[in-house]
């Protein structure tokens, strides 16, 4: 019992936040605290929750992808120009998530084959792939999305939207991926110590690659909810839409330096931020003051494990200190 | 304890310290006096590196103390001990690589001139120092250049200053050549007739007699026994550190040696090592000698696909492999053993488990699915072949070295290879797991016939495991001995023969 409390402490951490925040929103808002509410509420952080979904195995393999906002708007747009081609849905989802695959394994290749740091490359595609969306979606953007392609956001199952119900599927395969797949478990290996993976012949390149085209794929997936929702596609759609996914990621337990985290803690950490979203919402916070607070909410996860550290060590010092030897000792 | 006025330089006073549950050190007391060479002995995981980390601040002892010239001290980090004359230079270095060597040494007492820093008098004053302890470097060059032994160099020259009262060397002399070695000893020497007092920590026996004028032996955690050098021969020593007596022996081989596994013509990487050829047997061990940095490492690591430079044939079995990458050899048969264990050979915060599937995790999966039953099975069998202590769910980080080694040789069992390839396979492994390791080897080649090359810089240890020994110098294959013509003074005559130019 102890010790499955110990292995699920970060998500049990989480899940108390979650109800914190929930008790404030409900106190800014009756409205809030409603089942149906809530799942509509949901249905707008799907976008994260897939995003964040897929750059979780990349940050898990010591790696990092910023330029996942701009692989959506590239996704998106191309959704919206094939439905206005009258190409079928499947066929365009098809068309969509192996172009996003490619931009990702692109960032894959350069990262794992050249040996450039993630973060300079995927601030290069950051910008280069937000340019071929306004080239693909030109200065007006797209509309007169047709039904099919907007199925997905205007439809329910019982009160549950459909794009929540892709989520927690997506949730679910994530979770058997990074869990139960031999794909999972490299991973971990790499993010944990490239160097022992390379020598154990482990297919570093490979892992590597497949984690960033995934991750290519995930936005272009979430580039078929946004179309869904928005009912149109632009080239600046999802912009600065990473710091948002990226906190998701970190925030739910997923060590920046690789090697750790767990599905669960992505999907928590996803709907925590959606709860706190949705209550400064409520509460009328200002657009730009809800970016600091997630920037925060992003530092404070990436700081918060040294701060345990340091807490830790300061205690058991204070402990040694008062304790009477050291004390006959000064 | 005696009459003599004079405090011992250092006591070390009924010092504990406990790791959650296990105990490092347990009611440690034992006195070293002034300008004496103390050597430190013990297995792995006896309390020596916890008992430097009490001393140098950079742990906290649970109880106990202690006490420099008649002073208790209490170093919260190893900076303060180093301004109180208290210095350890470890086995790795830990130096910054892109700055120069005088800078390095200066590191943290940069001479200035007004808000600059005067070069000349840095440089000036590294170069004095080097001179004086007769390393040959030139104190402007970076130190990323540097060997193992000289950036050890650069280490001790930063430690040592006019103030100095203590100096740890911890396995100081594990990366060094034998000349190296020597020049290392001279300096200790020197160190000791001007009164700063050396703690030695070290396997070797050899350099213990040569330098150590007393003896502290550590076992488990636990002081055994402190005496004059004198008081105690090797025997009784390695006796007191495993508690029980241990040597290492050749085993003869009574199994015939089959078709060459592995052999190796003209391999070439340029710079490192050139038109290298020779073979391995099935069943057979072959110890490959030589001084480090001479390219040892290097042909294994070339034979597992690790140089993208390579040129020259390899087969196995008798069948031609480029060998490309490591998976590929791997699927050819061929395992790696490499030399740093924690960096390369096991993932410390995985669990035992896993690290021991990690090169399998083909043959454990379908379809890309982990077969969780599968892996487990593995785990617990080459667990429980190689007496590894710990469940299958510890993580590899709760391990002590030779034990961390163990899995990192599980993992590669686990994928029945063909060709062994071992780096230095019980480097810093205490004496009894050192003898298991070599048990091991024993049984892997003649009982399961693999072919296994172990570069060691270890010469008892080539002398009692191999059955024939290549001698590697600059990059050269300088002499291939077998085992009934090999000597350690042989051993060595090729060795530093061929390095000189």
Redo the contacts between chains.
């Keep these: 019992m102890r010790r499955a409390i110990r292995a699920y402490a970060p998500e049990l951490l989480l899940v108390a936040l979650i109800v914190l925040a929930a008790m404030w929103s409900s106190t800014l808002s009756p409205y809030f605290l409603n089942a149906v509410n809530l799942l509509n509420s949901a249905q707008f952080f799907v976008i994260f929750a897939l995003m964040a979904f897929g750059l979780f195995p990349v940050v898990v393999q010591g790696e990092i992808d910023i330029s996942l906002a701009s692989t959506l708007a590239v996704g998106a747009v191309l959704m919206a120009k094939m439905s206005v081609a009258g190409i079928p849905l499947l066929v365009g989802l098809a068309i969509t998530l192996a172009a996003t695959a490619v931009l990702g394994a692109v960032n894959g290749v350069l990262v794992a084959h050249f040996g450039l740091p993630s973060l300079a490359v995927t601030l290069g595609t950051l910008g280069a792939y937000r340019g071929i969306a306004y080239l693909i979606a030109g200065d007006a953007g797209v509309t007169g999305i047709t039904p099919d392609y907007l199925l997905l956001g205007s439809s329910w199952v019982g009160i549950v939207p459909s794009s929540v119900i892709l989520a927690l599927v997506v949730a679910a395969g994530f979770w058997?991926l990074m869990g139960?797949?031999?794909?999972?478990?490299?991973s971990?290996?790499i993010g944990?110590?490239p160097?022992?993976?390379?020598?154990?012949?482990?297919?570093v390149r490979r892992i590597r690659v497949s984690a960033y085209a995934l991750a290519g794929a995930m936005a272009g997936l979430a580039g078929l909810v946004w179309v869904s929702q928005y009912q149109s596609a632009r080239g600046d759609n999802a912009d600065g839409a990473i710091l948002f996914v990226l906190t998701a990621v970190v925030l739910g337990g997923v060590s920046i330096k690789g090697?750790?985290g767990k599905t669960e803690g992505v999907l928590l950490a996803t709907i925590l931020l959606g709860t706190i979203q949705t209550g400064m919402q409520l509460a009328n916070v200002p657009g730009t003051s809800q970016r600091l607070v997630v920037g925060a909410l992003l530092i404070a996860s990436i700081g918060a494990p040294r701060v345990v550290h340091l807490a830790r060590h300061a205690w058991?010092?204070s402990r040694?200190r008062l304790s009477p030897?050291a004390v006959a000792?000064? | 304890m005696t009459g003599d006025p004079r405090p011992p330089r250092l006591r070390i006073s009924r010092v504990s310290k406990h790791f959650e549950a296990v105990r490092a050190l347990h009611d440690v007391s034992f006195d070293l006096a002034p300008g004496e060479v103390h050597a430190l002995v013990g297995e792995n995981g006896a309390g020596k590196s916890t008992l430097v980390g009490v001393i140098t601040g950079l742990l906290?002892p649970d109880?106990g103390?202690v006490v420099l010239n008649g002073r208790?001290v209490?170093f919260r980090n190893p900076l303060q001990a180093r301004a109180a004359g208290v210095a350890a230079v470890y086995q790795d270095p830990n130096l910054f690589p892109h700055l120069s060597v005088a800078e390095n040494i200066a590191t943290g007492r940069y001479p200035t001139s007004g808000p600059f820093l005067d070069r000349t008098t840095m440089v000036a004053q590294a170069r004095a120092r080097l001179e004086d302890l007769g390393f040959p470097l030139d104190p402007e060059q970076l130190v990323a250049g540097l060997t193992v032994a000289e950036t050890q160099f650069v280490e001790i020259a930063r430690a040592v200053d006019e103030d100095l009262q203590l100096l740890i060397l911890d396995e100081p002399t594990s990366a060094l050549t034998p000349g190296e070695a020597s020049k290392l000893y001279d300096v200790v020497e020197r160190l000791r007739a001007e009164g700063t007092t050396v703690i030695w920590i070290s396997h070797r026996m050899e350099e213990i007699r040569e330098l150590a004028d007393s003896i502290t032996v550590l076992r488990d955690g636990e002081h055994v026994r402190t005496a004059p050098a004198a008081e105690l021969d090797d025997a009784e020593m390695i006796r007191l550190m495993v508690g029980r007596s241990v040597v290492l022996e050749q085993v003869a081989r009574t199994e015939p040696l089959g078709p060459p596994r592995l052999e190796v013509e003209n391999l070439t990487d340029p710079g490192v090592f050139e038109d290298v050829t020779f073979s391995v047997a099935e069943g057979e061990i072959v110890g490959v000698a030589g001084l480090v940095g001479a390219g040892r490492s290097e042909i294994a690591q070339a034979v597992f696909g690790l140089s993208p430079h390579l040129s020259g044939e390899v087969r196995i079995d008798g069948e031609p492999v480029v060998p490309r990458?490591?998976?590929a050899?791997?699927e050819r048969g061929v395992a790696?053993l490499?030399e740093?264990r924690d960096?390369?050979?096991?993932?410390?915060?995985?669990t035992i488990a896993?690290n021991i599937?990690?090169?399998s995790?083909?043959s454990l999966?379908r379809a890309?699915?982990?077969l969780?039953r599968k892996e487990r099975e593995l785990a617990a069998r080459e667990r429980t072949a190689l007496s590894i202590k710990g469940e299958i769910d510890d993580l590899v980080s709760s391990l002590s070295g030779g034990n961390r080694q163990k899995v990192a040789l599980a993992?590669w069992l686990a994928t029945e290879p063909r060709v062994l390839l071992l780096d230095e396979p019980t480097h810093g492994i205490d004496v009894g797991t050192k003898a298991q390791v070599h048990d091991m080897m024993r049984e892997l080649a003649r009982v399961r016939r693999m072919a296994i090359l172990m570069v060691s810089s270890d010469l008892p240890e080539v002398l009692a495991v191999s059955d024939r020994v290549l001698v590697i110098a600059r990059g050269r294959l300088v002499a291939d001995l077998p085992i009934a013509e090999a000597t350690s003074e042989r051993i060595l005559t090729h060795a530093t023969a061929g390095a000189a130019r």
Excluded: C, K, N, W
């Excluded at chain 1, 160097?195 to 297919?203: D, E, S, V």
């Excluded at chain 2, 960096?343 to 995985?350: C, F, H, L, P, T």
């Design positions: 058997v139960r797949t031999a794909f999972g478990r490299y971990y290996a944990a110590s160097g022992a993976a390379r020598m154990a012949a482990l297919p090697g750790t058991t010092t040694r030897t000792q000064d | 906290e109880g103390e208790p209490h990458g490591p998976a050899m791997v790696y490499p740093d960096a390369e050979g096991v993932i410390a915060s995985m896993s599937a990690l090169p995790i083909r999966s890309g699915f982990m969780r993992r």
